[in-house]
């Protein structure tokens, strides 16, 4: 079945850069039916959708407005993973992230990651 | 960016009950809704698609209906392992936005 394994640090401090793996086990971070996401959840801003990188004959990349000049998310083919860097963080990015698959067809997070405590403090 | 609004924010409820949760679309998102279970300290489980059609090895139990703005999702008799937080999140566009969330306690 399909898997989503979370890798990174749960300390990052201010104005420094977040960075965290979602290793697919199961399925292809290539596939043309599946959008791979980033999500994060905290108490102040509940559940909110980041960003998102999808394979359709070529690469493309979407972001929410709030984060979009602070961040990154890449696949790699190689591992078969996608990643996520946010840059210049603060206290308010303190949250659980997780990533999820979204396929083509429900359009819904159906695989979730296990989620990554992220706290921003020096 | 679409607004979800659920109500209530929390209920309680004895094992069962008839639970129903609403969710509100600040526009119309042509039932594309899903409705996702959430246990403390735990991922949200996907539990149905397109405002009512039910993922995979979910119990019958649970169903969605709704059109336009307005979608519920309802419990038809709760089991113990049903109290938990419920979201409803739409697909309709970029970018994807959850409701705050609708908590079930036990009575």
Known sequence: QVQLQQSGPGLVKPSQTLSLTCAISGDSVSSNSAAWNWIRQSPSRGLEWLGRTYYRSKWYNEYAASVKSRITINPDTSKNQFSLQLNSVTPEDTAVYYCAR????????????????????? | DIQMTQSPSSLSASVGDRVTITCRASQDISNSLAWYQQKPGKAPKFLLYAASRLESGVPSRFSGSGSGTDYTLTISSLEPEDFATYYCQQYYNIPRTFGQGTKVEIK
């Not at chain 1, 979204?102 to 020096?122: E, H, K, N, R």
């Open chain 1, 102 to 122: 979204a396929l083509t067809g429900t359009y819904a997070f159906d695989i979730w990651g296990q989620g990554t405590m992220v706290t921003v403090s020096s």
